[in-house]
């Protein structure tokens, strides 16, 4: 890379913000030529307004290039496509001024014509933007959305085939997203059967060997990784890789750099790294991965519930109702003042299905009952408030791997409780208004467990204090 000073690329960085304004002015030159076609009765005033459009797209134009040329001067661009992009935005601004001259009557030329010049301007200015945008956002930036059946009349190969496990939880980086492009675009030079410069690209074993010019990936320094770098290079350079075949597509070059900024670890999860806001859209859509972390009833499959179940929770006192149209999920709420051996029974029946569960009120709830609670596997929301739930009973509430809001509003719990909930790995929020909590200890609660917020007035007071 070339060694500039800051104040070239400041100066170049303003060229996508300049290049701007002749592809506008050329635009409303086109389009008056266009009109003017049209409409004889204002083609004099449609000559004047083309003209000034013309010549000041001529100095946008150059402007812009000379900006551009700055911007190039740092390096990192395919040199074949910057050569053209560079001199047909300089033609682009000759014909511009050659376009002025001849619509004002300046320049007079017996075979050219302002109306040919002003189309060959409009070709033109679409093929250099689109040069433009090679260069700033890969060869593929037009394609990379486009529709497969768009894909495969342009020539372009249908997308690999990956295997990606449904959770998200199971994704590795290494295993599920950069080896199948290592095996589809490295692998038919780099592999088993053919291991060109000794490097064999199949393992991450065999990766981390390198080759016969040594490692060719530095953990954390991507640009210092000969893995990258020769995928970077310009096409015709003899170093390039892969040499045959199709190249590695803006998206994978920008996962794969990402991957080794990352550490270059095979053990890598989706789930245990932070994910830009680049890679996301790349792994939405070219691998179908949301790496947004899902609502845990989102993540989980459970099978329709019959409606004689249902019919038979509604008999013995339990309302239940699905989560949506979309979701078996059950919320369940007993409409009782007591909890007897019956509800259970139709409880433990459809164990899989409750969701959230609602017993406030059961001043007889006891620790055999709270037993049965947690043979429910798929618990996020558990409502126990005004109940006769003692610290021991909460103790079991520990089972419940999924828990994410435990309501204890109105009852007797105490500090005991609240060091047992810490346990619990998905909890996010508790409630524990008129319970015998200290404040005190909600206080230290709150500084070991930040993640987790708990609702009560006296612990709102402490923290202003």
């Keep these: 890379m070339k060694e500039v000073s800051d104040t070239i690329i400041f100066l170049g960085r303003f060229h996508p913000v300049l290049v701007h304004l002749p592809i506008g002015f050329i635009f409303l030159a086109g389009l008056m030529e266009l009109l003017s076609c049209f409409s004889k009765k204002n083609h004099k005033v449609l000559k004047t307004g083309i003209y000034i459009a013309l010549i ?15 911007i190039s001067q740092q390096g990192g661009y395919d040199d074949k496509t910057l050569f053209w992009h560079q001199w047909l935005g300089i033609a682009l601004a000759l014909l511009s001024f050659l376009g002025w001259g001849i619509k004002s009557n300046r320049l007079s030329f017996r075979f050219l014509k302002s109306r040919a010049i002003i189309v060959l301007l409009v070709v033109l200015m679409f093929i250099t933007g689109h040069l433009g945008g090679n260069l ?11 529709p497969n059946f768009v894909k495969k009349i342009l020539g372009y190969e ?3 085939p990956l295997i990606i496990p449904k959770s998200l939880d199971s994704v590795r980086v290494f295993d599920h997203l950069i080896q199948p492009i290592l095996n589809a675009k490295c692998v038919q030079c780099h592999g088993e059967n053919k291991v060109n410069g000794g490097l064999k690209l199949s393992s ?26 020769r995928c970077t290079l310009p096409q015709e350079h003899k170093k390039f890789m892969p040499p045959k075949g199709t190249p590695l597509s803006f998206s994978e070059m920008k996962l794969l750099e990402w991957w080794i900024l990352q550490g270059a670890s095979t053990d890598m999860k989706l789930t245990t790294t932070i994910v830009p806001t680049e ?11 949301d790496t947004k972390t899902k609502p845990f009833y989102d993540r989980i499959q459970v099978p329709p519930i019959e ?9 013995v006192g339990w309302k239940a109702t699905r989560l949506s149209v979309n979701h078996q999920l059950l919320n369940v709420k007993l409409f009782s003042d007591s909890l007897s051996i019956k509800h259970l029974e139709v409880l433990q029946k459809a164990k899989d299905h409750v969701f959230c ?5 059961i001043r007889t709830l006891t620790d055999d009952m709270v ?28 089972g419940l791997q999924h828990l994410e809001v435990l309501n204890l509003y109105g009852t007797s719990v105490t500090n005991e409780s609240l060091m047992a909930i810490s346990d619990i790995p998905s909890l996010k929020r508790v409630y524990l208004w008129n319970t015998k909590v200290t404040p005190e200890s909600i206080v230290n609660f709150h500084e070991l467990n930040p993640k987790i917020e708990v609702i009560g007035i006296e612990y709102d007071h402490q923290i202003k204090d």
């Design 56 to 70: 000041a797209g001529g100095f946008g134009a150059l402007l812009s290039a000379l900006m551009g040329y700055l």
């Design 136 to 146: 700033t956002h890969g060869s593929d930036y037009l394609t990379a959305y486009a």
């Design 158 to 160: 249908a997308s690999y």
């Design 204 to 229: 991450i074993e065999s990766i981390s060997k390198g080759g016969e010019g040594g490692a060719v990936i530095v953990k954390g320094q991507p640009y210092e990784s000969e893995l990258l770098l």
């Design 279 to 289: 890679i996301h859209q790349f792994l939405m859509r070219d691998f179908g991965v």
């Design 307 to 315: 409606e004689d179940l249902l019919l038979e929770f509604s008999n």
């Design 357 to 361: 569960l609602d017993l406030s009120g």
């Design 371 to 398: 037993k049965v609670v947690v043979q429910l596997p798929h618990i996020t929301h558990l409502k126990v408030e005004k109940t006769g739930i003692k610290d021991s009973g909460v103790k079991l509430l520990v």
